[in-house]
């Protein structure tokens, strides 16, 4: 599933840290286990964080800025009628913090949030990890790192479901579900291992301000480090044009039901491209 916020560029702080092997495209890329004291005060500055080795008070944090994220989703506003906006979200949520506990590997799981607004010299200053994402993404490399159905359920996938908007919603999610695996399974044949983004998405309270583009570089750039394409299934025609925005083709329209949202699969090749890189 794949939301998105869209606008243009932040400030973006400097900081030295581990960087697990990752480029960043003008924005600093660290460890989330890392404690950094900044070098400059700005609360607009962003930076962009890898989830491996993060805190659950971080992966919960991350899941709360999906679920908000996902609040007007075409697809559940359908199949509520635009009635319960807040279960949409508590159902996104737990969606992502299924993703994350199922996950084996959290080093293709990325935020973007504010950087540490405390001046040089001020006390105590915070970890990252106790600010809130602006923009939250959890992507698996499949299939090396794409979770297995015993993980999956491992990861709550019965009490995700439970915690659906209504019976409806649940069994239309399985059936998307079921269609998406086949897809990807036909896209692997076709070629050959790929960077799955599960999950993206941007606070409603920062979209239209560039900062979904800014996460999504630095995703197509790991997608490039690993010589894969990227893959991913957009929600509605607005996510579809972000994604197009962002170098990525529409390779099916879905529809579960005739009378629903049009859903999008989708990916971006340049990863496939050593010199688009």
């Keep these: 599933m794949a939301t998105c916020g869209i606008a243009s560029p932040g400030l973006y702080q ?11 495209l003008g924005m600093p890329v660290v460890n989330a286990s890392i404690e950094i004291a900044p070098s400059t005060a700005s609360c607009e500055k962003n930076v962009i964080i890898t989830l491996d080795g993060a805190k659950d008070s971080k992966i919960k944090l991350s899941a709360d800025c999906f679920g908000k994220s996902m609040v007007g989703d075409p697809t559940f506003t359908w199949l509520t009628d635009g009635n319960c906006p807040d279960r949409v979200v508590r159902f996104f949520r737990n969606v992502a913090r299924m993703g994350f506990k199922a996950a084996a590997d959290w080093s293709t799981c990325w935020v973007l949030q504010a950087a540490n607004p405390h001046l040089p010299g001020a006390k105590p200053s ?15 490399e499949y299939p090396r790192t794409f979770p297995n159905a015993w993980r999956w359920i491992w990861g709550g996938l019965g009490s995700t479901l ?8 649940a069994g239309y999610f399985m059936k998307m579900i079921k269609a998406f695996d086949k897809a990807k399974e036909h896209f692997f044949k076709e070629h050959g291992p790929f960077l799955y983004i599960c999950c993206f998405g941007t606070d409603p309270d920062f979209q239209g301000k560039g900062l979904g583009s800014d996460l999504m570089r ?8 690993l010589g894969m394409p990227a893959y991913l299934e957009a929600s509605g025609v607005d996510s579809c044009r972000f994604y197009q925005r962002n170098g990525f083709q529409v ?10 949202p049009a859903m999008f699969l989708m990916a971006n090749f340049q990863g496939k491209s050593p010199a688009a890189c």
């Design 14 to 24: 400097t900081v030295s840290a581990r960087q697990r092997g990752q480029r960043s």
């Design 126 to 140: 915070p970890t990252m990890g106790s600010l809130a994402p602006k923009v939250v993404c959890i992507a698996y």
């Design 162 to 169: 439970r915690s659906a908007p209504n019976l409806r919603a």
């Design 218 to 225: 630095e995703v197509l750039t790991r997608a490039c480090k």
């Design 251 to 260: 390779l099916q329209e879905f529809k579960a039901e005739p009378d629903a």
